[in-house]
């Protein structure tokens, strides 16, 4: 090709790969009329504000100040959306169920975890048995053994008065040893704050993938041109850390899923009952997905290995980070307010105390009748949802009503959103969670009472599209969280052991909370990218 024709030939290129943006760009021009922060800067508007890993005050702060649709502008004059409005909210996920989904990038980062449309489904269906009350209960024994190994692993260590422990990495320890024992069946070891390679490269997966994010959008790009192997090489060559530390946790996580993956075959194959029970009877996930595979593999649901490799690595992050999160924020807010820690303490006592019980004698619904530690998680995830935010964008131009009308840049007053294809909607989780309109002007103070009388009329009133206690924390929809009660459950195993073997209380260094992905603690002016969460520790 000539140099002439090359010079003409790549702008062509350029328009063909931007025209869906310019298009939308030209598209968005009412949604310029919303209110919302002013953008900081030109060209990256609020991103970087909105997704830094320091953004967690800015988000606060954002997400309550503007009422139902919240204006955000993006990288290079994109505007995105963030949406709290009940009835927007049940739009989306209602009316066009089928339309509002991950956005592409974040489909490709996730390494197509569950996969899309049909495919996604299908997938879902089959998993979901998995999650369900039915199973769980059978999981409770296992949980609440976990939970009393741990707690004998801390005494152990720290068996003084008021010693300083850094509880939020038992805290993650246990977290992935349920999900390890009761999703997988494979237990990663003694529950020591080490923990393994695995664990902890589980553990840096967050706060890297966070350094990485405003490159995230180019992903689908970068995808289409090239062929993965170069993506992965390109990931090991260029000089920038987050991109090569990536690649080695991807690395260290793909490897130990293979390792479980090839025990479970050979179990599975060999159909040696002894060693099929050891590994939870072929009830885990891992085993339910490989004899699927191993009856049909022709079933468009059939995972490839690759696939269940990604699958299972993807399953622990998502299970691991957001319960540890929930966990850890319950623990430091025990510690702050020792009433409501006495009270529990109370109920814990109460429930043990009856026929001489042990907490290890509890079963699932005997956890779950206990309506103060149900009400303590409650009011913690609603508060502290872990996700402030979560993506969805839809091919297609959509109208979103609004339940209440909110006020223009224009003074005029707007009661429904045009939103053109391809614009990124966040579901504002926050935002719904915190309404002082729907929970009452008291709505931003944690008050675990407000779930033990009937709730203000206003909260069914407002029909929040939830599948969890009016929160969106586990948001919605046919993307929701499918462990939701998975977690429930281990946080109320972990936090009656924790509150009837110690009295907590805060530890003089000052704790910020960060975004790496799921809101993640840290002492104050800490170098490390690691959770931490020091609280003092009197066993009783
Ligand atoms: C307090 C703890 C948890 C919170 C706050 C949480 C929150 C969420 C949220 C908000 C989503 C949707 C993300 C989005 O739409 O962008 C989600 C999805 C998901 N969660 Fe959870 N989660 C928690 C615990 C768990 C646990 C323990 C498991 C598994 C054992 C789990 C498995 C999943 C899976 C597999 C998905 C993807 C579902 C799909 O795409 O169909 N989560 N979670």
Not at 86 to 98: Q, V
Not at 124 to 152: C, Q
Not at 209 to 214: E, F, S
Not at 489 to 509: C, G, Q
Request: charged share 20%.
């Amino acid at each position: 090709m000539s140099l002439i024709a090359f010079l003409w030939f790549l702008p062509g290129v350029l328009v063909v790969i931007l025209w869906p943006q310019i298009r939308r760009r030209a598209k968005q021009r009412q949604l310029r009329n919303i209110p919302g922060p002013s953008p900081v800067s030109r060209w990256t508007g609020v991103s970087k504000e909105l997704h830094s890993p320091f953004s967690v005050p800015y988000r606060e702060k954002v997400l309550t100040s503007y009422g139902g649709a919240i204006r955000l502008d993006d990288l290079f004059g994109d505007v995105h959306l963030a949406v709290s409005d009940p009835l927007a909210l049940a739009t989306i996920f209602g009316k066009y169920r089928d339309s509002y989904d991950f956005t592409e990038s974040r489909i490709l980062s996730m390494n197509k975890v569950f996969g899309k449309g049909k495919e996604h489904s299908e997938q879902r269906k089959r998993l979901t048995p998995v999650f369900s009350v039915r199973y769980l209960r059978d999981m409770v024994p296992s949980f609440n053994h976990v939970a009393s190994e741990l707690i004998e692993v801390v005494r152990g260590a720290h068996p003084n008065r008021d010693t300083e422990v850094e509880i939020a990495e038992y805290i993650s320890r246990f977290s992935l040893e349920c999900v390890g024992r009761a999703v997988l069946g494979y237990s990663f070891g003694p529950l020591d704050k080490h923990g393994t390679d695995y664990s902890r490269a589980l553990k840096e997966f967050g706060p890297t993938i966070v350094q990485l994010n405003t490159w995230r959008p180019l992903l689908p790009f970068l995808n289409r041109v090239f062929p993965r192997s170069w993506l992965r090489f390109g990931a090991e060559v260029i000089p920038y850390k987050p991109l090569n530390r990536i690649k080695g946790i991807s690395d260290s996580v793909n490897a130990t899923a293979r390792e479980i993956l090839q025990q479970k075959k050979a179990v599975l194959q060999s159909g040696d009952k002894l060693m099929l029970q050891e590994l939870g009877e072929g009830k885990d996930l891992t085993s339910i997905l490989m004899q699927h595979n191993i009856r049909d593999s022709n079933d468009i649901s059939s995972f490839s290995e690759e696939d269940l490799v990604g699958q299972m690595s993807l399953l622990l992050l998502q299970a691991t980070d957001t319960t540890s999160s929930a966990l850890v924020r319950t623990v430091q807010l025990l510690a702050l307010h020792s009433d409501v820690q006495a009270k529990l303490r109370d109920e814990l006592r109460e429930a043990t105390a009856q026929i001489g019980r042990t907490l290890l004698d509890l079963d699932f619904d005997s956890f779950a009748q206990l309506p103060y530690l149900d009400a303590v998680i409650r009011e913690t995830i609603r508060m502290y949802p872990g996700f402030y935010m979560a993506s969805r964008v839809s091919p297609e131009d959509t109208v979103l009503p609004l339940r209440s009308p909110i006020q223009g840049v224009d003074g005029q007053p707007i009661s429904e959103l045009y939103v053109p294809a391809g614009t990124t909607v966040w579901l504002n989780i926050y935002g719904v969670n915190r309404d002082p309109t729907i929970w009452g002007p008291d709505a931003a103070v944690w008050k675990p009472e407000r779930w033990l009388s009937p709730l203000p009329a206003s909260v069914a009133d407002a029909r929040i599209p939830s599948m969890f206690s009016h929160i969106l924390t586990f948001v919605a929809g046919s993307r929701s969280c499918i462990g939701y009660n998975f977690a429930i459950t281990e946080m109320r195993v972990l936090l009656a052991h924790l509150v009837l073997n110690f009295e907590i209380t805060p530890s003089d260094k000052e704790i910020v909370w960060k975004m790496s992905g799921i809101a993640s603690p840290s002492v104050k002016g800490a170098q490390t990218t690691k959770p931490e969460m020091p609280v003092r520790l009197t066993p009783l």
